[in-house]
Each structure stands twice: as structure tokens, then as C-alpha cells.
């Protein structure tokens, strides 16, 4: 079947714009996570969503980024304000449970200038 | 921290080779897995070893977990160019169930 896709791609902003990153994770799987990878921070935790729980926000950088996932599919994560430390690729996972592998997307990569 | 830390930071062989990469992590875990990148993009996965659980195998790939010493390797046998990428180990477990917390990540580099 489909794994875990992400758009888009690549992005490009504008420092002090706003940009939403989509993820759709494999179909069935109950848990979704974002991840973010820079040079200077390594693979870091943003945030987890499992089934109709409240969401696991606490790796959030800053109340510039939040995240939703609707009818426990889709996902979006927002960046309001970019700022050029927000430039990083943008992990998407997604695991059956949330003792199970995770399975990740391409990443978006974002660039702010 | 529960990150976990892989040992060596980078590493160089031969094709034909076996390459060793450690990881060691701190608090209690349910389980750890090893991830392998290409090119600064998407993680493949490549094997869950759970708590429970000491040695796991998938092709040419052997996980050990000693959680007496909170440490792991993934041993990766008759290594070939096309396994050059860059090894994670990750783990999940204790309170934040679900999230993983990675290392550093081990750079393999496969020589012809």
C-alpha cells in the first residue's frame, strides 16, 4: 500500500510569512507524529496525535507552530510568522499503534529567508 | 535525556565487510529502532527490537539489545556500496509513549 506522503516538497518563505505543511499518513494507521531535522538540532519531536486523545504538543518549539489532524487522517502542521531558525526538513511518521514502527514520509524541506 | 547516542560518528569500509554501530540511551524503553537516510531526507525503517526481546534478524541485518547496559548495535553483514547512508537509532517507551528520541546517527560509508 501507500506510505506516509508529504507536500509540499520543498518550500520556500519569506521571513514573518506563514506556511502549513501537509501529511497523509498510511490509511488505518491510529498514531501520527512530526519530527523536524536541522544541522544543529538533529531529529527533534514536535508533536504526536493518537486516535481521538488529546495531542502530545509538548515538543513544539514555540506557540508559532501548531498542528491538526482532521477525521484522524490528514494532517497540517502551521508555522505562523517564519523565522530563519525554522528552516529545516519537516518529518511526517505515522505508526498502527504507537508501540509500532514508524513509518516516514519524504519530509518537506523549508527554507525561510 | 532518553536520546539515544550512536557510536561510532562516522565509519569507513570496504565492500564485503561487516560495519558495527552502537547505541546507548539512558532511561527505561518499550522498545528501540534503527533507522537508515539517504541524502538528508525520508527515514526508511529497518528493524523494532522490543524490551522484551534480545536479538532480532532481517536479511543481512542483526539487532542485539542488552537492556541491562541500555545499549544496542545493529550489525550490518557482507556490507555492499548501496548500504552508504546515515544509521539512527531511536527509542520509545516510559512516559511520553509514542515518541521517539533520536541520536546523532552513525555516517557508513561503503567503498567498491
Known amino acids: 500500500g501507500a506510505g506516509v506522503s508529504q507536500s509540499p516538497s520543498n518550500k520556500v518563505t519569506e521571513k514573518g510569512k506563514d506556511v502549513e505543511l501537509r501529511c497523509d499518513p498510511i490509511?488505518?494507521?491510529?498514531?501520527l507524529y512530526w519530527y523536524r531535522q536541522s544541522l544543529g538540532q538533529g531529529l527533534e519531536f514536535l508533536i504526536y496525535f493518537q486516535g481521538n486523545s488529546a495531542p502530545d504538543k509538548s515538543g513544539l518549539p514555540s506557540d508559532r507552530f501548531s498542528a491538526e489532524r482532521t477525521g484522524g487522517s490528514v494532517s497540517t502542521l502551521t508555522i505562523q510568522r517564519t523565522q530563519q531558525e525554522d528552516s529545516a526538513v519537516y518529518l511526517c511518521a505515522s505508526s498502527l499503534r504507537p508501540v509500532d514502527e514508524q513509518f516516514f514520509g519524504p519530509g518537506t524541506r523549508l527554507t525561510v529567508l | 535525556s532518553q536520546q539515544g547516542e550512536e557510536d561510532p560518528q562516522a565509519l569507513s569500509i570496504q565492500e564485503g565487510e561487516n560495519a558495527t554501530m552502537n547505541c546507548s540511551y539512558k532511561?527505561?524503553?518499550?522498545?528501540l529502532q534503527w533507522y537508515r537516510q539517504n541524502s538528508g531526507r525520508g527515514l526508511v525503517h529497518l528493524i523494532l527490537?522490543?524490551?522484551?526481546?534480545r536479538e532480532k534478524h532481517s536479511g543481512r541485518l542483526r539487532v542485539t539489545l542488552d537492556t541491562s547496559k541500555k545499549s544496542s548495535s545493529l550489525l550490518i553483514t557482507a556490507s555492499r556500496a548501496a548500504d552508504t547512508a546515515s544509521y539512527f537509532c531511536?527509542?520509545?517507551?516510559?512516559?511520553?509513549?509514542?515518541?521517539?528520541?533520536f541520536g546523532r546517527g552513525t555516517q557508513l560509508t561503503v567503498w567498491p
Open positions: 531511536a527509542t520509545a517507551g516510559g512516559s511520553t509513549l509514542g515518541r521517539l528520541y
Open positions: 527490537i522490543r524490551s522484551n526481546e
Open positions: 532511561t527505561s524503553i518499550n522498545n
Open positions: 490509511s488505518g494507521h491510529t498514531a
